[in-house]
């Protein structure tokens, strides 16, 4: 299911990398997730929006297999992964940055790194055929040199920012074509949120693929191609990011205080 | 309906949902499940009392010890299956009744009422006085307490010499019903009188369940940060289980002592108080009739069946155990009324309402 | 003490006292002031990481406020637990229902009409009175809507079906004061409705304090709204005084760092202090 309305991914491949169909998904019978339809292809970066409580956050863990959805289809490449365990993602190459961190805490950042699955067999093929790269704990450590220094100690002796790095290289290494994220600079003061930007801003250029949930609405506007506004579990605006910018009014009703 | 000052009235914000196939239905196939269990219990009162005209003393003996066994059970269902409160320690007032009952039986009197309400009573308080500290504990902990007083318990019995230590009590007179009466040697008679103590004890169990403060440890089983919620205390009513299942386990325990003639440590051990535990999660928990259907059918598979499988009987019981937990989440309680249901559900070719209320 | 600055005239029936929640460095709760009138609705809005569920958790009973007070018609229940407060008339919903899951509803909400007018502790069945507790329990169901699902295990009812149960089990035990937690959370654009117009329905002498994330149902159902942010009361009035709100716009609307302006149509959409009231600046 291809909206005429949203804007091609530009450069690289047409190809659509994650089609979110018709997704409705919630806890315990409850509807948060609203027949929620959204694609997005490969190299792009979008960001999702929203008041809290629409269900944003539900919808990244529907995608990631942490909540199982009561309708509709995720595709990933073409394969329909909808209520698949999270190791199935991961191995279809979708990996999460959650809210809140959460990394390990009695494991120093060097094993809290280690312990991410590998490259499978199926994604070494591809890595062979040169189709993205590889990475690993060095690579990690290149991107993030704060994380080096801090190797030896425990999760829980990290600041946020550090945390945040953390967990985005533990996704890095299960070597995704798709990252979700979760409000990465939630908790974070503007300086550090400044720092995780500059490294998320690295990945999207070597053409990650990224659906960022934020409220922090210029991270949100530096990182992404694209927005999409979810209210009470539906979305109910897209726009390129120019033009959301553009439409100060919309915006204020959609995130505002209406 | 009876009209009450305060609160509020229908109004036109009670939006009615069209009634579903099984709204109606429910209530009356209720009513009609209610009707057939009385007509079940009256047939199985009547096979059980009419038990020793058909079996010799060995077998009658042995369904008096059923019988004992199942009322101890049902204290623990009370607990466990009513209130939400799995307990290892029902053994403990088990055997203050046993004692109690024997006793009085060597020292006081031989009537076998007196023995009854004694043996009540003691245990009701040592209940009040132990629970008033347990339940304050909820969960693992409250188990593990409960199986300290246990314990506790076993261990005293087996040190102290006024109740005869190690050795027990024996030579426990038997009982007579009224003053001057005969004393009752005969086994079936005997059984009689510890069936009549066994209904007796389910009455008591099952009328609290159907009482105002069966709902409030209904509730807390259910919920109880809910309860705290609309402004109960939950600690009387957990207090107040926990009385009433020690009296009933107080009850079986002289139902035990006027049978066997004996009581000694060894019948308060920890697996006494495991096995009944099982009884309960194998009946079905919460539905009284069940557990007892459970310490019949755990009794009779250690100590009957066991002779027919050179002696492995706890062993087929850990095996049924297993097969319990995993294909019976409800018990045997939960097999007999899921296929009640399906029957009346094909019979009215809708669909029916959830669990209903025990 | 000090009643609110927005002039009120009706009788308050909840007033929260410069209010403080502490948990060693981190302050949750920050010197929050609020008054809700007898009869009237009253929303509890913020961003994310406000305080509300802090704030609510205070005034429900379950967690204990560092320093203020809370006062339900005069009285102060500062020191009282949830049982106190329930029996004092404040009532709270619970946002992952936490109703007798295993119980049928006309069940649930006879245990609140039980321990609200029967006795609770009772060993042993009353025909009559047994029957007068279960007529009241069915007054309320209807109230709710609920009738044709008397008999149906609460565990087998709909996530909305749940919500409307809990307005039950609250009303059951004659509350002054319910606060409910975000109510239409995981609930159909049907279902939300349904719930806005019981809540409409609900009668004067209950009091109502609703947090809630929906603005739409905020902005239906209440008379007046306070707003969180960071902790702190940043705004309190009707719902047109806070729609047009700067600094509650701000709140909302995280603007991040400030040199450039985020939105091209508005150049001053950013960081506007009120002159007057240093209170009300967004903390950064």
Redo the contacts between chains.
Sequence with gaps: MNLSSEPASDGGKPSTLLEIADLVSGYGGSLVVDHVTLDIGVGESVALLGRNGVGKTTLLETVMGWVRPTAGRVLVDGQNLAGAAPHALARAGVAIVPQGRRVFAPLTVEDNLRIAPGRSRTRRAEVRAGEHRTWTVDSVYDLMPRLAERRTNLGSQLSGGEQQMLSIGRALLCNPRLVLLDEPSDGLAPAVVEQVGQVLRTLVDSGLTLLLVEQDLRLAFDLADRVVVMSKGCIVHRATVPDFRADGHRARELLGIG | MTSTSGGPSPTSASIERPTPAGGVGASSSRRSRARLGRLVGLAVFLVLAALPIFLAPYPISLAGRILAFALLVVSVDVLAGLTGLPSLGQIAYFGVGAYTGGLVAIHASDNAFVQLGAGVLVAALVAAVTGAVAVRASGIVFLMVTLAIGELTHKLADGLDAVGASNGLAGIPPITLYPGGEPLVLAGVTYWWVLLVFLIGFGVAATVSRSPLGRSMRGVREAEPRLAAIGQLSYATKLAAYVIAGAIAGAAGTAWTVQTRFISPGDLAFSVSAIALLSVVLGGAGTLWGPVIGAAVVVLIRDWVSGYVSGHGELLLGLLFIVAVYALPNGLAGVASGRLRRRRAAMAGAPVAGEGQP | MSAGAMGETAKPMLQVVDLTLRYGALTAVDSVNLTVSAGSRHALIG???AGKSSLFAVL?GTIRATTGQILIDGEDVTAQ???GR??RGL??T?Q?????????AV?NV???V????????????SRRR?R??T??A???L????L???????A??L??GE?RQLEVA?V????PRLVLFD?PT?????A??H?FA??V????SSVTTVIVE????VV?RLAQRIS?LAAGRLICEGTPDD??A?EA??EA??????SEEP?????PA?LSVTRPDDEENEVP?
């Design positions: 961003p994310n990481g429900g637990n949830e049982v329930a029996r009532l709270r619970f992952h229902s936490s109703l007798f899951m295993g119980l049928s069940d006879r245990l609140a039980e321990r609200k007018e029967g006795s609770p502790l009772r060993p042993w069945p047994d007068r507790v007529e009241r069915e007054e309320f209807e109230t709710v809507g009738t044709s699902r008397r008999d149906d295990i565990e087998s709909s996530h749940r089990l009303l059951a035990c004659s975000e959370a995981g609930m159909s654009a279902e939300t349904r117009e019981l409409e329905a609900l009668p994330h929906d603005l739409d902005y707003v806070v729609r709100d509650v716009n909302y609307l995280r603007a991040g760092r985020l939105f091209t149509d508005r959409s950064r």
